[in-house]
């Protein structure tokens, strides 16, 4: 993989979805102290022999929750073996997930999303039939505590982020940053390239899938594999929260998804599960490389025809840790950076270098010659904010605004 690209490069500080058994599964309250509810979308994502990959939303229908359980029971043998955006256990059949320690707030009308990857050695790999959140069931219904209203709520005004309604002090310099990236983009091509992120999680359907190039002598474990799939998954998602419900974005949540792992010698990783499919001593611009038939940088037509485990083991993207790599570099192949800035940081709010480096993945500009109107302070200006702004949040919009109607929308 390249670490140049097309259309952005910085230094700075899968196929199609499978969705099994009718999509969404919904369950009834009973008598509770706070009304109650939630739906349930179980979404087997990929499957192979043996194994499978699925995800899962849960929308609480119900008062707002400040932590958060699942469970349900497989029918068929299926057992977790790795999971992310949540802590999954399993007693025979029962499955439980339990919230993270970042996402346990739910509020009313919010979606949760995590995801595993699990083994399977029956004839069928059929779907759980029931979920409870907290122990109450869901229909996609509520019990309330209070009596319904009676007279009709006033009617109420489309949400303030529907369209395009910037506010006014930053409207100006959102078209000086589109005009300059039209200028300059591709030499003034910017509509030509197909291979932002949003063409990767449209082509996708809805999430985005990552291979780690592990540019490193240390060693992993499996606990830390998880925590950096979980971390990815939540800087990654800081992005993904400001189009929700804006300017008709189709999702409410993109989960980030490992795949793959590359890495020098097989005994630095120190696990022994099938849930990531590895890739040894490949080296390219003197790094491990994960498969190049997988991966969309090498094949931006969407078609994996040299991907040993074929399409739905494709990687998206690529998180590139490296030894003593100072800044970091991002571009429509995914992100690098230093492998101990990424370690030291798993636990951090804000990881500052990812959270710009994804920007560039989704297209947003560098600002190292010039400041627009009004704003300098903004993660994507590097050094002069530590987290995403409210300018960044209106740039990215303004990406979708543009390249939407791209797929059909």
């Known amino acids: 993989m390249r670490h140049t690209i097309g259309w952005r490069v910085s230094a700075a500080a899968a196929a199609a ?33 043996g194994g499978f990959g699925a995800t899962i939303a849960v929308t609480n229908l119900g008062d707002p929750l400040t932590a958060w359980r699942l469970t349900w029971s497989f029918t068929a043998g299926q057992t977790v073996t790795q999971a992310w955006n949540a802590v999954v256990t399993q007693s025979g059949a029962q499955v439980t997930a339990d919230n993270a320690s970042y996402n346990g707030n739910l ?8 995801g595993f990857n699990g083994a399977w050695s029956d004839t069928s790999n059929p779907p759980p039939t029931a979920f409870a959140l907290n122990g109450v069931a869901c229909t996609g219904a509520t019990t309330p505590t209070t009596a319904p209203p009676t007279t009709a709520p006033p009617p109420t005004t489309p949400p303030p982020t ?29 509509y030509a390239f197909r291979n932002y992120g949003w063409d990767q999680v449209m082509a996708n359907r809805g999430y985005v899938s990552y291979c780690v190039r592990w540019d490193s002598t240390a060693s992993v474990t499996a606990a830390q594999r998880d925590r ?29 998804r490992v795949v793959g792992w590359a890495v020098r010698d097989r005994n630095q990783l120190q696990w022994t599960d099938n849930s990531v499919d590895i890739y040894v001593n490949d080296i390219r611009e003197n790094a491990p490389q994960c498969a190049t038939g997988c991966g969309r940088f090498f094949n931006q037509n969407g078609q994996y025809p040299n991907c040993p485990g ?3 083991r494709h990687y998206d993207q690529s998180l590139w840790l490296t030894d003593g790599f100072g800044g970091g570099a991002g ?14 940081s798993l636990d951090a709010e804000n990881m500052t270098i990812l959270l710009h480096e994804i920007g560039h993945t989704w297209g947003l500009d560098d600002f190292y010659d010039w400041t627009p109107t009004g704003v300098d302070n903004f993660i994507m200006r590097a050094g002069s904010s530590s987290a995403i702004t409210e300018f960044d949040k209106w740039m ?6 543009h390249l939407k109607s791209r797929y059909g929308y």
């Not at 990215?396 to 605004?401: I, S, V, Y």
């Open 331 to 344: 571009g429509d192949w995914g992100q690098r950076m230093g492998r101990e800035y990424f370690m030291n």
């Open 228 to 256: 950096i799939h979980a971390t990815l998954a939540r800087q990654h998602k800081k992005w993904m929260d400001t189009l929700v419900g804006h300017n008709a974005w189709p999702y409410t949540d993109v989960p980030v």
């Open 396 to 401: 990215l919009r303004d990406w979708w605004r």
């Open 162 to 190: 529907s369209g395009w309604n910037p506010p006014a002090h930053l409207v100006t310099p959102l078209d000086q940053v589109w005009q300059h990236q039209e200028q300059t983009y591709n030499n003034g091509n910017l």
């Open 107 to 114: 509020a009313t009308s919010a979606t949760v999303s995590f």
């Open 310 to 312: 074929g399409a739905a």
């Open 17 to 49: 979805l499978v969705t099994v058994s009718g999509g969404v599964l919904a369950l009834t309250a009973t008598a509770a102290t706070a009304a109650s509810g939630c739906r349930v979308d179980y979404q087997i994502a990929s499957q192979w022999t």
